[in-house]
């Protein structure tokens, strides 16, 4: 049996259709609204569901708090001037790229990982080579450097 996801485009409902041919219907009809034309979730199938890189907001376990220190941490938010919202547990609720970059360097973290959407990394990030390294230390270009 194969799961296929749908997405309603006139009331956002999402569901699965699950069914034993390997070529799904184009389109379905949505059990919320009766929209006759919903089509694959090409996102949920492809990216991961809720936790696709476009999905947002987001939460960060790893910038989290503790459930005590929620009222702290969003004072110290609005004292960076990155205001941040937490959920229950404690993880920040990040809204967008920018105000995660934002955020996670006010608090003094950085994400090299984070994904496509972030710029390149700046002077805030290790130099890669022994090159880099003297390049930055004296001043140089990187290509005048020997290694």
């Given at each position: 049996?194969q ?14 259709h ?17 929209y ?10 492809f ?28 004072e110290h ?6 205001p ?8 920040p ?34 130099p890669r ?7 930055r ?11």
């Amino acid at each position: 049996m194969q799961i296929y996801p749908y997405k309603c485009p006139e009331c956002g409902h999402r569901f699965d259709h699950m069914m034993q041919k390997l070529n799904p219907p184009d389109t379905l009809v949505c059990g919320e609204c009766g929209y006759r034309k919903c089509k694959q979730d090409w996102q949920a199938k492809f990216a991961g569901g809720d936790f696709a890189p476009g999905n947002w907001p987001m939460e960060s376990d790893a910038a989290g708090v503790h459930p005590d220190q929620i009222p702290e941490a969003v004072e110290h938010a609005k004292s960076i001037g990155v205001p941040t919202e937490f959920n229950k547990a404690g993880n920040p609720i990040l809204r967008s790229p920018q105000h995660r970059a934002a955020y996670l360097r006010g608090i003094g973290m950085f994400d090299r990982d984070a994904g496509y959407s972030d710029p390149a990394p700046n002077e805030h990030t290790r130099p890669r080579s022994r090159r880099e390294q003297l390049a930055r230390k004296y001043g140089l270009d990187p290509k005048l450097v020997g290694a």
